[in-house]
Each structure stands twice: as C-alpha cells, then as structure tokens.
C-alpha cells in the first residue's frame, strides 16, 4: 500500500512561491496518519492534490490500489433542507446499511436522524458529514477538519472508534490539536512551514509511548511534536 508524491511542485496562479517544491513523500503502513502543521504551511492543498482536486505543474501523486482517495472536509454542507436519515440513506450503498447504523449509534447521532441537515448544531453537521463519508468505498480517506466543533469526549471516541473499525485502510487525520494527533495516530507526518516550498515532510511514529511502557506526560507529548515542527521549520526556512 502506497500514497505517494514524487517531486510534487504546486503553486497557486498568481502566488509568489509554490506551496511545495518537488516533495517526495510516502505513506506506506494503513490505519489512522496524521498531517500536522502551522496554519498555511501547506496541509489542506497537499489534501486536495492527494485527492486529485488540484493538478500539479510538477511531479505526481499516486494512490494505492482498492478504491478512490476522497477529501472530506469540515466546510461542506448537505442540503438544508432534507433529513439527516434520508440524506444518508440516499448517498449509502446497499453493502454499507449495517456499517451506516452502527456509525450512527456510535457517533451519537440516533437524536437528530429525523432533523433537517440545516437544523444542526455544528459538530452535529460534521459528524453526519464523517459518517457521509465513512459509508463510501475507498482506498484513502482524507479528514480535514473533520472533528472541528466537536467535544473532546466524542472526539476521543471517534478517533478510537476509526482506529478499530478501518485497520486496514488508510485514514489521513489533518488536526491543529498536538496532543490528539500523537495519542491517536500511528504516524504523524509534519508539515514544515517552507517560504520557497515544502520538499519533505517528517514523520514521526507511535507517541503516545515515547519512554517505552508507560505512557508519557501530556505536555511531554506535545512538546515532542513542537520541537520536531520547529525543527524542520527552521532547516527548511
Ligand atoms: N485558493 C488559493 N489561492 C491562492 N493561495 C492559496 C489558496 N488556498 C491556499 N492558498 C495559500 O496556500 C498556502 C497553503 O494553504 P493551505 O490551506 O494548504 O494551508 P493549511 O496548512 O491547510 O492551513 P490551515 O491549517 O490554516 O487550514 C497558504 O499560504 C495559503 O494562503
């Protein structure tokens, strides 16, 4: 299993800089990733390229066998004016019927099934907007955002819960919340902030145990990631 970008170079029309500068990068393990960074460096338009949402003027992305890479993030929006049921069960695929309900019961959303999409709070709009997504074959699935507005408690939830239910598939966590990303995701790849364009991403595996054995510090946790971001930032500045 591979996603992958060889020498990928991007800028926007009209930037002064490309947002990546032929980055090589890849992700070779399935389960629950991380893409970790300060605002701008680069996250959500390497999610897009991933997603062939955006084209590159250099260099391509390629996407592992087994399905397509889909790109969910915290801004879409359903149509106001249906059920959040019968939303769902229109874009659900016959095979999916028994994964949509278990999602639904897990994710606390069995309340608000009957409401119209508009008429949700917005942490209600993006966990029907995850489970939109969760149902869908794929190969890769991109979250964007996706737990913005959501309480920590149902956050944690989850993040475990797609941590247990997709093993075998490769689920890219973009977050601005260190700690969340180092306890829950198998790796977490940051983002440095480059002013010429990112070349390379590090990564950093299982933090949630970095003594080995008993689980570290939270402020520990976070200040392991923060020391390798700054790092690189600054080798790549
Ligand atoms: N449509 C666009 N046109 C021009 N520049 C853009 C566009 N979208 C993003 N950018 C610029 O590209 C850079 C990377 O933006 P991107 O949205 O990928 O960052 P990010 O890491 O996802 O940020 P955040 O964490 O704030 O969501 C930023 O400097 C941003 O200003």
Not at 56 to 71: D, I, K, M, N, S
Not at 205 to 213: K, N, T, Y
């Amino acid at each position: 299993m591979h996603l992958a970008c060889r020498g990928l170079t991007f800028r926007y029309p009209g930037a002064d800089a490309p947002v990546f500068r032929g980055l090589d990068w890849a992700l070779d393990v399935p389960g629950l990733h991380a893409l970790f960074g300060f605002s701008g460096c680069g996250k959500s338009t390497l999610a897009r390229l991933l997603a062939r949402e955006l084209a590159p003027q250099a260099g391509e992305c390629t996407a592992p066998p087994g399905g397509p890479v889909l790109y969910a993030h915290n801004a879409e929006r359903l149509p106001g004016w249906q059920t959040v049921a019968a939303h769902l069960d229109s874009v659900t695929p016959a095979p999916s019927r028994r994964l949509l309900d278990d999602l639904v019961a897990a994710y606390d959303l069995a309340p608000v099934t009957g409401h119209r999409f508009g008429a949700l709070s917005m942490g209600q709009k993006n966990r029907v907007n995850l489970v939109r997504y969760l149902v869908q074959p794929f190969a890769v699935l991109i979250l964007d955002e996706i737990l913005a507005n959501v309480d920590e408690p149902m956050r944690e939830r989850i993040l475990g819960d797609l941590k247990r239910r997709f093993p075998d598939r490769l689920l890219l966590y973009i977050s601005h919340n260190a700690l969340e990303v180092a306890r829950y995701c198998r790796r977490v790849h940051v983002v440095p902030h480059a002013r010429g364009g990112v070349r390379r991403l590090r990564s950093l595996d299982a933090l949630d145990r970095p003594g080995g054995g008993e689980p570290a510090p939270d402020a520990a946790v976070q200040r392991v990631v923060y020391d390798v971001l700054r790092a690189a930032s600054r080798e790549a500045a």
